[in-house]
């Protein structure tokens, strides 16, 4: 893109000055370099005059695309200085720059590239955080109770609410604990288990089943053998261990959430908890406090353990971790007083100085 501009002593019109430029640039270098020319073979493209008149001077500026190679370009510039005349009006026209347009268009593409894959990265992470958090959701901890003479399937507080939510299997009852429903019991098939036959007159039961055929058969056997309880449903053909928390409370939005067991925790190191929580989740890393809840040491939780003798100085571990029997006795030996963390491995021994909750428990996952 050839750039130029120009200024005249008098009054002309923009057809002047073209002609002006095509005239006296013709022959100089040969019929194949007359602008005509250039212009049948697409050398060169329209050239376009941007011009202001004010006091019988003329200014503005000349812009030639050019797709001949530098050197051709080169000397249409120059040919195109030489013009000195438009008709009797003297003239001064002077090249301003010969833009490479294809480096602006390179620069652009890079660019739109940029956003492209910019684009393309959020997304993907997107989709890998998604398939991240799907993963982190099958192993958060629910508390699963064995309930009744059957064992069947229990939230942790279907034995001491008055009120239980019947649903059809684990899954389910791990699913609204989620959602914040801890009062559930699972029936475990399509037949009424002894246990909840035995709770009618005892509880208020409501049941909370699947969108499809088996879901219409236990309806039938509920109805048969509890009487006139109220029954919710999933959408039709879905299930309610595939729902999500938002979906299961405006299906159930007419009955409270029953909370988990009792937890008995100091209310500061609660705030304390619930404030570390968010910049702790899914890092695998531990937070040690002191007595004063003063923050004394992040590290990762593969190398708690070996760092608690040097910590003697803490009393807290929050951690996006597993706690252990190896970390127990550890956590025990060097007087540490509480363990928050994303699960407890089963079957571990806890000491009695030491108090240990999971985040579900104090409401965090």
């Known amino acids: 893109m050839i750039k130029m501009k120009f200024s ?23 019929s194949e370099f007359n ?9 060169i493209s329209r050239i376009e005059i941007n011009m202001q008149a004010k006091n019988d001077l003329v200014t503005g500026e000349i812009v030639i695309p050019s797709s001949a190679d530098i050197v051709t370009t080169a000397l249409i510039a120059a040919m195109v200085e030489s013009v000195e005349k438009v008709g009797p009006c003297d003239s001064k026209i002077q090249l301003v ?5 294809r480096e602006a268009k390179r620069k652009q593409i890079a660019e739109r590239a940029k956003e492209i894959l910019r684009d393309w990265y959020i997304r993907s992470s997107s989709e890998g ?8 959701e099958v192993l958060r901890p629910a508390n699963v109770l064995e309930y009744g003479q059957e064992k069947l399937p229990a939230g942790p507080a279907a034995e001491k609410s008055n009120d239980i939510i019947l649903v059809e299997g684990r899954a389910d009852v791990i ?18 288990p002894n246990t909840v036959v035995q709770l009618k007159g005892k509880k208020n039961m409501v049941a909370f089943l699947d969108g499809d055929r088996g879901g219409d058969l236990i309806q039938k056997e509920i109805e048969q ?83 608690l003798e040097k910590l003697a100085e803490g009393k807290h571990i929050i951690m996006d971790g597993i706690v252990t029997q190896r970390l127990l006795n550890s956590a025990k030996d060097a007087n540490y007083e509480t363990i928050i963390a994303f699960k407890v491995a089963e079957n571990v021994s806890i000491p009695e100085n030491i108090t240990v909750y999971t985040f579900s428990q104090i409401g965090l996952s």
Request: proline content about 5%.
């Open 225 to 307: 053998m509890l009487g006139n309880i109220k029954i919710f449903r999933a959408p039709q053909g879905r299930e309610v261990e595939e729902l999500t928390p938002e979906e299961i409370r405006s299906i159930l939005e007419k009955l409270p959430s029953v909370p988990g067991p009792e937890i008995h925790i100091d209310e500061k190191l609660l705030l304390k908890v619930k404030e570390e929580y968010p910049s702790l989740k899914d890092t695998l890393e531990t937070i040690i406090l002191d007595k004063g809840l003063n923050q004394i040491a992040r590290l990762p939780v593969s190398e708690l353990v070996q760092n």
């Open 129 to 136: 955080e998604k398939i991240q958090n799907e993963i982190y």
């Open 8 to 30: 005249i002593e008098g009054i002309v019109e923009k057809a002047d000055i073209i002609g002006a430029i095509f005239g006296q640039t013709e022959g100089l270098f040969g």
């Open 97 to 101: 720059e010969i833009q490479d347009v």
């Open 35 to 43: 602008l005509n020319e250039l212009q049948k073979n697409w050398k």
């Open 175 to 192: 699913n609204l604990q989620r959602a914040g429903y801890y009062n559930t019991i699972a029936l475990n098939g399509v037949k009424l």
